[in-house]
């Protein structure tokens, strides 16, 4: 123990949410715990969804078949055997619990949901849930587990020091310069291991406001589908503290690269995608043309109606 020297972070007297969860280092990372702890030997995955994931189920060696999902997002014709497992996506939160409940029951319990892109929508209790932290606020890893199931070997715990310098770059100059380090950090998770949460990235996470974020997330989602519904082709129903708002729309790819060069930074969701599937398929069209715009706690109704301003002006050329 030191006592005394230079001052460090400081440290958060608050409580993060899902505190009471199993906190490990990346979401991937995550379903590798629930293979592991639950034995699965084969799952079924959606096409529609990041190589990331199917990777994690790779590194574990366990079968691996995939599924098609209709435009609400449900799986399409699946009937499990008695030892197969399915992972279903809340795509953008669009999923509510009782769905979820539905599904679970319908796959015998042999479910695992991914809630990535729905980090505000309360696990369901007996459903094995995982949420990835860096999609909704600035960190540079970690991951939040919902399971029963608990692994019997001992984890280390990560350390994320090393890994900030693009978050702290990014907080005082432009997102681009760091865009580099950015995605550099996004490939580490590939090889790193199963570990615990680090003791810095649970700081930054006890330290937020999430009522806040919530609220900022949800009035910009509710806002821009106010303004956008009419030519969104997906159904979309309202979120609270929502990922992004799926906005679906014909020559999105082309849309897209203007936003970029007006500074509005629209990513392409899970690029392998576009190579894996057929592009006559609902995924292949789901890759290309959904620009997940950005609704996070940093903007307000100004910055979502620049977004909208540039999306029409862009219609109408």
Request: hydrophobic share 40%.
């Amino acid at each position: 123990m030191e006592i005394g020297g230079y001052i460090e972070l400081e440290k958060s007297n608050k409580k993060m949410l899902y505190a009471d969860k199993i906190l490990l280092n990346a979401g991937r990372n995550c379903l590798k715990y629930i293979i592991k702890a639950k034995n699965i030997q084969k799952i079924y995955l959606p096409y529609f969804l990041c190589d990331s994931v199917r990777d994690a189920c790779k590194d574990e060696y366990i079968n691996i078949a995939y599924y098609h999902i209709s435009d609400n997002f449900l799986p399409k014709s699946i009937e499990l055997q008695h030892d197969e497992w399915i992972y279903v996506v809340n795509y953008y939160g669009q999923l509510s619990n009782q769905k979820l409940e539905e599904l679970h029951n319908e796959f015998s319990g042999r479910m695992i949901v991914d809630n990535a892109q729905a980090y505000f929508q309360e696990p369901v209790i007996g459903i094995d849930t995982l949420y990835t932290c860096r999609k909704f606020f600035g960190v540079a890893d970690g991951a939040i587990l919902s399971t029963s199931q608990l692994m019997t070997s001992e984890l280390s715990k990560d350390e994320s020091f090393q890994h900030m310098n693009f978050l702290l770059g990014r907080f005082e100059r432009s997102a681009s310069e760091f865009y580099g380090e950015y995605a550099e950090n996004n490939k580490r998770f590939k090889n790193e291991p199963i570990k615990k949460m680090s003791e810095l990235t649970k700081n930054l996470l006890n330290g937020i406001d999430y009522e806040f974020v919530k609220e900022a997330r949800t009035t910009n989602f509710n806002y821009l589908h106010q303004q956008l519904k009419d030519i969104n082709l997906l159904t979309v129903t309202k979120v609270e503290g929502a990922f992004a708002y799926p906005l679906m729309i014909e020559n999105a790819a082309e849309i897209r690269k203007q936003l970029i060069a007006k500074k509005i930074y629209i990513p392409l969701l899970w690029p392998n995608v576009l190579d894996d599937v057929e592009e006559d398929s609902l995924e292949y069209q789901l890759a290309l043309n959904i620009l997940p715009l950005p609704c996070d706690q940093r903007y307000g109704v100004k910055e979502m109606d620049i977004i909208v301003s540039e999306i029409m002006n862009q219609l109408r050329l």
